[in-house]
């Protein structure tokens, strides 16, 4: 991912009615959204519901999309699990397969725990997986995982392995903790989890962001990203953040595959694993109003 | 686990200095748990820091206790991770190992998940492993997974699918919520996840506990099982409850095993995986003192 900028689409995964991989839909998606304009994939991550995937499953799904002509120089896998045997495992498998990079969650089952215990968590990921090859996202996102990796972690982790650690996706949803990643940590590339900052990011020298939002409005996005510095990026900025607003308060898993299903013409694109519930018709119905509102000008 | 009483031991996880699973110790006292009279062992709970630990480990693990000659029909594994695929992949071992049961907890990724959902992933796990010897011990400890297991979906569960139901440790430490388990739900055995509410539980027909503590203080807590229904027992109950009090203020895990480092006078017993701290010989001293005073009789 490195000089990667612009916008990072973290997929989602559809499923057949079985609820197993619908690989077909997979590959035509990520490639839908590559040809829509995002700078890289980033497959296996919250929304791309990555813990409701097995390990074999997800190395089989990085192969297939590798071998139907994806760039693996534009995906950045997500590996983090609770533990660090099978996350190496995961990280080593990126980076067999060229991955520009892998993002990883802190281990997320015990809460409470310290950044020291977290920095050593990632030195022992680091050393474990044992390659000059190995670029590390680290994955921030608090309302989800619980477990942080706060500033003064990041910026631990990257003084301590410059290179290892690459860069930061900063989920929390809070701009000051953003803000603080941007201007307190050097040499490591932070990207908000969100377009919802987006302007305000680039100016501080953020290469872009990695937004869920991004398969349902990958060219809304890019646009405001390709505007920022012009009062017409401002506006988009406002309109980029108004549509992401519903999918916020509807469960954004669950409305974006609604949206994406209505987009396609795709039923399967509605099915979630368990634990999550796929939206109702009448709530999609109610969505899609709502977006349809945020676009066309208020009479 | 059928017919199962008594004392349950979740049996720590002893590592080396370079983190690796000490099978010497492991075995060693798995064995020593059952030698004091534990009617048997949960291995890979929160306290034996399963969630730490690969899934070939745990397998490894599981493998090399029966091989050394400890009855499977005395083990129920923790096999319950994020996903459902590697669930039953640690499920189906279990099985094939001849283990009594195993212990699931719910999916802990997502926050704020519906009973609905959860309902539905339990009901594809069963669909999935598709085996008469499956016998699923629901794992609620919301302190720690965040998820819960609710009493309605322990109800719900249990009458879809007995048999492969076979109980719940509720380590909620809420005994609102033991007593409305052990009085509402039927056909289903009720461990409490603590000694705490010991003897209150026998009453209303658990057939023991299942106790992290038991690493420390099995003969303590027997003792007291086996004097239930007399005022020794009520007794030894307050005392019980004070010997566990220091741990659960101190970071149970660490401090366990720094007491068991103590007692065996083995120092490997300290070691925790990150994202666990050990705890320092100072606190570790000041926990020794405070469970001295809970066992003298005070003057």
């Known amino acids: 991912m490195a000089g990667l900028t612009g916008l990072i689409c973290p997929n989602l995964t559809p499923f057949n009615n079985d609820l197993s991989i619908a690989m077909d839909l997979y590959i035509e998606h990520a490639k839908r959204m590559l040809d829509a304009g995002c700078s890289a994939l980033a497959p296996f991550g919250t929304t791309g519901e990555a813990l409701s995937i097995g390990i074999d499953e997800r190395m089989t799904v990085l192969e297939a999309m590798i071998e139907a002509g994806i760039d693996p120089a534009k995906i950045v896998p997500g590996t983090g699990l609770t533990n660090l045997q099978d996350t190496a495992k995961l990280c080593r498998h990126a980076i067999a397969m060229k991955c520009a990079g892998v993002m990883v969650l802190p281990p997320f089952y ?14 022992a990921l680091i050393g474990t997986v044992n390659s000059p090859d190995l670029r590390i996202y680290l994955y921030h996102i608090p309302p989800v995982a619980q477990v942080p990796v706060s500033v003064e972690l990041t910026k631990r982790l990257a003084a301590a392995f410059p290179g290892a650690i690459a860069g930061i996706k900063d989920s929390s949803g809070d701009w000051e903790n953003t803000k603080r990643l941007l201007t307190e940590v050097k040499g490591i590339a932070v990207f908000p989890g969100s377009e919802n900052p ?24 890019i646009r405001c990203y390709k505007a920022a510095g012009t009062p017409e990026g401002d506006r988009l900025q406002e309109q980029i953040r108004a549509y992401r607003l519903p999918f916020q308060e509807m469960g954004a898993i669950p409305a974006q595959k609604w949206v994406l299903s209505h987009q396609t013409g795709e ?3 509605k099915i979630v694993r368990p634990p999550l519930t796929a939206l109702s018709d009448a709530k999609g119905k109610e969505l ?12």
Request: charge should be negative; proline fraction near 6%; charged fraction near 25%.
């Open 110 to 123: 015990y809460k409470g725990v310290s950044d020291e215990a977290l920095f050593e968590y990632f030195s």
């Open 267 to 269: 039923p399967r694109w």
């Open 288 to 299: 899609l109003a709502r977006l349809e509102s945020v676009l066309e000008p208020a009479e």
């Open 198 to 221: 987006l302007i305000d990011a680039l100016k501080l020298g953020a290469p872009g962001c990695i937004s869920a939002t991004a398969n349902i409005n990958a060219e809304g996005i």
